[in-house]
């Protein structure tokens, strides 16, 4: 079970966004925040530019959708290219599309401990397929999204059963939660040819044609760490350690963690591992602190790193800890919490929590106080609403290729290019599975007490580890 | 049931035969009317609530002795399914008797440990083995799939001559689903069969007796820790069984379904059935297995209800079952505790009595 | 650091909240004769509204722990008039039942009010003393320490007040208190309202020690069962030992028997404390200080 506590923007990106854009040569208005105007182009969609060899390829100049574009035309863009054979029109009625109305699925925790994630989620989604609906018109202008929702309650077999009954109502999954669910649902996806975006951000879902994954996976993620511990933290030649959550969450870290060893060369002194649930973590911490951890990589969730650490303080163990993106909820850092985290650092992508400055983080604030219904914009709700970005993309291509039935979406993400998260997460290059770019940038953040928004985070720095490109995604 | 002497026929009266030769019936003939997934998935649910609840029952109505302990015998049979019948590839017939075997020697190692002990402390006990249950399925990644779970898609649902998952019969396909629904119903017929010759037998109404005065049934000779085991040994492996078809039902098994909300459901299903009954497990499998879909069906008719936050409404569909779950429990226990088979009982009274006087 | 002498302060602190929690199923069990799984969700509806009147309502942490403990008591004491008066006679897997649905209901109300987990403003910081290499932290001291109040509590009043010498009586033989005058039902009202008081306690420590108030800590709670197993189901005292017991075998396991035998899985140490439970309980069913004789046939 992971939360994913997402992380805001990155501030750097905009140079090459706007590059990019450049390169589109159309729709420099794209990037503007002003997210109210209705003639705005959809975000999240730019695409590649047409020199970008994955498109070039298979999508040629029909990548260009600039959907829901500022005619409202009923058609969607011409499609030039020749690899789409039949001749574009409306979309046929299929499963989850009416004709009028795209039915998107979510299967996430409702009930139990991770309820308010799922919920969170869901409302983030929501969020953008208001706007969507309400401002763009729809998908290409004229088809509103609607979300139909199952509940997983934190087990893999429930995701299952829930996923085979509302699959027949839904075009695509464009919102699950958890590294186990999305692990188990993974199979029936592939099986019924059906497309789904990731609930976790393991590197596993990279090279799948059912998945549309976004932001950096896991495995960059503790790279990247790495990275920043040995240049940044001037770490080489101290003793690093590990902590992990036992499921294959955190075996998908530890991957990255064991390459950059070899890359890198050094060896973990310790490896510590925990039950998800687990409240006491005085065994680990001594383990931790007899191996003489100078950096503990972690690889975890919130609850359990936060206990860990303050278990570590209490015994007068202060190690830097580096944790992947869901190692974090700012609730939890807040109060006496908080003295534990002083050597805390996060590995996420994108930029702070809350800052104007980023293109897709205004948007996301001004949305949320739109269409929220008095939601509060927190990180999860954010995750939700940026991973939608992805499932508007994939939709406006299927409808451009005319075609919304489950493998017309699958065929959709294999002819998208470059998608643009407005700096919400790295820019994501999709295309066929084995040619997909995932982003390799990571940004790091440090805890914070000083700040007072809901974010208890500070950017520190953006880095990119040299062998993050060097690592070979399975297929 | 009824200690008297009609109780000792397994059909004792016309009335009996005809309802129950009605029920077979209407049970055949439900796939050729009802085509429709939905309704298909209920029923399919609901016949593995009822192979396993049948099960509880002999060990709950049948001893009065309450496990918290039935999930953990769920899960050895679905992973008895997941391992040998998907991954092994074993035979429909195969693994499905291997699970009740395996389900019924667990039940019959742990059965004199916890049969020591009564009411409260075998609550405790069982929940304790529920736990201990979950930590095995996590750790035991060869067989389990470890806290990744395992696929139970692959296993064979074939009798040879016939497969559940595509059958077919001049002028009729029956669907995946449809399939399922004969297997499953076919078996919890037969644990009905199995639990209602219990009832009849020596044995029986020596659980009954035990039941009813422990020290009294000792005094007249009747060996209690024999058929006490015996009795959780048959209910472990009915709920072993119920487990494997849970697993192949649901394609997926992973550790944590086996936990004591599992349990305290199957109990809850024989309450408001009616404890002691062999109907009452069923007709509370066909009440309680299926109100969670049925209840998210017509939500929208249901305004305080809502699927995504904000939409209004007071609660999620998901919390609003699992309090009505909660309170239905409760108001049985407080107001029919003989359950729904009472109810139904009293109805067949008034209808004779409305018969016999014309 | 000595690796074993802060594995045993921190098995005695997890050991105490253990028996916070075991006291509230004892108290109830010690005058009716049943386990109230309710108790777990006692436990996480006494934290969520300590937080709800302190950081909510923005009152002294001290005040808000008191009004959280006078809410609880007022519903104890309306759930057991309501619904548990009138299964009194009825088998005790009835009762239990009902007392779990209770407790299905009140996560569910709980998850509805409150669906976040939220940090309990409470007044002990992160300072720790230091004696001879061993760290003892404030939220541990006061979790021993509350422990022992409200054990010594239960002490005093079950021997000194007049109440608990009629509970005492009721538990003894419900008929025979009933001749002497004692108002049964209302032994039963007190116990459940002292459980709703207790269960204040001990979700407030449990959120303390778990780093947030969450809906997990109904299920922590049961987690408290073979403390108040091992330490017989209607000894306060023996909650306590029970619990010191479980809390420091299952931290030692971690720190001692997980990393020598990895045969036992990843995290044997959350089942060990049921693993010693079903021993105790095949090898000396009255626990470590029960009176009541196990029914065993």
């Known amino acids: 079970m992971n939360q994913h506590v997402h992380h805001p923007a990155r501030t750097r990106r905009l140079v090459r966004l706007v590059a990019g854009l450049l390169a589109l040569g159309l729709v420099a208005a794209a990037c503007g925040d002003d997210d109210d105007d209705a003639t705005t182009p959809a975000t999240g969609e730019t695409t590649a530019p047409s020199g970008d060899t994955t498109a070039a390829t298979t999508a040629g100049p029909g990548d260009t959708t600039t959907s829901g574009d500022s005619t409202e035309s009923t058609e969607p863009p011409p499609d030039a290219t020749t690899t789409v054979p039949a001749p574009v029109g409306d979309p046929e009625e299929v499963d989850g599309f009416d004709g009028e109305t795209i039915t998107v699925g979510a299967v996430l925790d409702q009930t139990g401990p991770l309820a308010f994630v799922g919920t969170d989620l869901l409302v983030g989604a929501q969020t953008y397929w208001d706007f969507v609906n309400e401002e763009l018109g729809g998908i290409a202008g004229k088809y509103k999204v609607e979300i139909k929702v199952a509940d997983s309650k934190n087990e893999a077999p429930v995701a299952v059963q829930a996923y085979q009954q509302i699959k027949g109502d839904v075009v695509m999954f464009t919102n699950i939660l958890g590294t186990p669910v999305t692990k188990a649902m993974a199979e029936f996806l592939v099986e019924d040819n059906i497309l789904a975006i990731p609930g976790s951000l393991a590197g596993e879902w990279v090279r799948n044609p059912n998945f549309l994954p976004y932001s950096a996976p896991y495995e960059i993620e503790m790279i990247n760490g790495v990275e920043f511990w040995q240049t940044n933290l001037e770490g080489a030649g101290q003793t690093a350690c590990t902590f992990a959550q036992n499921d294959s969450y955190g075996e998908s870290g530890l991957t990255g963690l064991e390459f950059a060893a070899e890359k890198y060369g050094f060896e973990f002194a310790a490896d510590t591992t925990y039950n998800s649930g687990d409240t006491d973590f005085t065994a680990q911490v001594t383990e931790l602190a007899d191996a003489g951890c100078e950096v503990v990589f972690s690889v975890s969730t919130p609850r359990e790193q936060t206990g860990l650490m303050t278990g570590a303080r209490s015994l007068g163990f202060e190690p830097v800890f580096i944790g992947t993106l869901p190692s974090f909820l700012s609730l939890l850092a807040g109060g006496d919490n908080g003295a534990a985290f002083a050597n805390f650092y996060l590995v996420g992508d994108g930029g702070e929590f809350g800052d104007p400055e980023i293109p897709g983080m205004k948007n996301f604030l001004d949305r949320v106080e739109k269409y929220g219904d008095g939601a509060a914009p927190s990180t999860f709700l954010l995750t939700g609403y940026t991973a939608t970005l992805a499932a508007h993309a994939a939709l406006e291509k299927a409808v451009a290729l005319g075609d919304l039935s489950h493998e017309g979406l699958v065929n959709a993400v294999q002819q998208l290019g470059e998608v643009d998260f407005e700096g919400l997460a790295g820019n994501y290059t999709y295309g066929p599975p084995d040619e997909r770019v995932p982003p390799i940038e990571s940004a790091i953040f440090r805890f914070d007490p000083a700040k007072t928004d809901r974010n208890l985070l500070a950017l520190q720095e953006v880095v990119e580890s040299p062998f993050a490109k060097e690592y070979v995604f399975a297929g | 049931m009824a200690t008297d002497d009609t109780a000792l026929r397994l059909l004792p009266t016309r009335f009996s035969r005809v309802s129950i030769g009605l029920v077979v019936a209407v049970g055949v003939l439900v796939p050729f009317v009802v085509s429709g997934d939905f309704w298909m998935t209920v029923l399919v649910s609901a016949g593995i609530f009822a192979m396993g609840a049948v099960g509880l029952n002999v060990l709950t109505g049948f001893t009065g002795q309450v496990s918290l302990g039935h999930a953990f015998f769920l899960g050895c049979g679905a992973y008895t399914a997941a391992y040998l019948g998907a991954a092994r590839g074993w035979p429909l017939p195969l693994w499905l008797l291997a699970a009740g075997v395996i389900g019924g020697v667990i039940g019959g190692i742990v059965g004199p440990f916890a049969l020591r002990l009564k009411g409260n402390y075998l609550v405790v006990v069982t929940l304790g083995l529920v736990f201990i249950g979950i930590h095995i399925f996590e750790n035991w990644d060869r067989v389990t799939g470890g806290t990744n779970g395992t696929s139970t898609s692959q296993a064979e649902l074939s009798l040879g001559f016939t497969d559940f998952r595509s059958f077919s019969i001049p002028g009729k396909d029956f669907s995946e689903l449809q399939g399922l629904y004969y297997l499953v119903w076919i078996l919890a017929g037969l644990f009905v069969l199995v639990s209602a010759n219990i009832v009849r037998s020596r044995p029986g109404r020596a659980l009954q007796a035990v039941r009813d005065r422990d020290v009294a049934a000792e005094v007249v000779g009747i060996s209690l820790p024999r058929y006490k085991i015996g009795a959780f040994v048959i209910s472990s492996s009915m709920a072993a069984m119920a487990g494997a078809m849970l697993g192949v039902q649901q394609q997926f098994v992973g550790p944590t379904s086996w936990n004591i909300f599992l349990s305290i459901q199957y109990v809850a299903i024989i309450i408001v059935g009616g404890v002691g009954m062999v109907s009452g497990a069923v007709l509370g499998a066909l009440f309680l297995g299926p109100l969670p879909e049925i209840v998210e069906k017509y939500s929208d008719k249901l305004p305080f209800l809502y699927e995504v936050k904000g939409e209004g409404g007071i609660v999620s569909i998901a919390a609003f079952n699992e309090m009505l779950f909660g309170a239905l429990l409760i108001v049985f226990l407080l107001f029919e505790p003989r359950g729904l088979a009472a109810l139904w009982l009293r109805a067949k009274a008034r209808f004779r009595t409305a018969r016999s006087t014309p | ?297």
């Open chain 3, 1 to 297: 650091m000595d690796k074993f002498l802060n594995l045993l302060v921190a098995g005695t602190a997890l050991g105490s909240i253990y028996a916070l929690v075991a006291l509230g199923f004892v108290v109830v069990f010690k005058s009716t004769g049943t386990i109230n799984f309710a108790h777990g969700g006692f436990v996480l509806l006494g934290a969520y509204l300590t937080y709800n009147y302190s950081v909510t309502w923005d009152l002294p942490f001290i005040v808000a722990m008191l009004m959280a403990m006078a809410t609880m008591a007022i519903l104890a004491v309306i759930l057991e008039r309501l619904v548990l008066r009138k299964l009194v006679g009825q088998p005790a897997f009835t009762v239990i039942m009902v007392t779990l649905g209770l407790l299905i209901l009140i996560q569910q109300v709980q998850q509805s009010i409150w669906s976040t987990e939220v940090l309990l403003d409470d007044p002990w910081g992160t300072d720790q003393w230091e004696l001879g290499g061993v760290v003892i932290t404030q939220v541990r001291f006061f979790t021993v320490l509350f422990a022992a109040i409200v054990v010594l509590g239960f002490f005093l009043f079950f021997r000194f007040s007049a109440w608990g010498v009629a509970m005492r009586a009721a538990a003894i033989d419900q008929e025979a208190a009933l001749a002497q005058g004692i108002s049964v039902a209302r032994v039963f009202a007190i116990s459940w309202a002292i459980a709703g008081v207790v269960a204040v306690v001990a979700g407030v420590m449990l959120g303390a020690d778990s780093a947030s108030v969450n809906s997990t800590l109904s299920f922590s709670a049961l987690r408290a069962f073979p403390a108040m197993i091992l330490g017989g189901l209607d000894s306060p005292l023996g909650a306590i030992v029970g619990g010191v017991v479980i809390g420091v075998t299952e931290v030692m396991t971690t720190g001692y028997i997980e990393p020598n035998a990895e045969w036992l899985g990843q995290g044997f140490h959350s089942v060990m404390p049921f693993v010693v439970m079903i021993a105790i309980l095949v090898l000396k069913p009255t626990g470590l200080f029960g009176s009541r004789a196990v029914e065993r046939v």
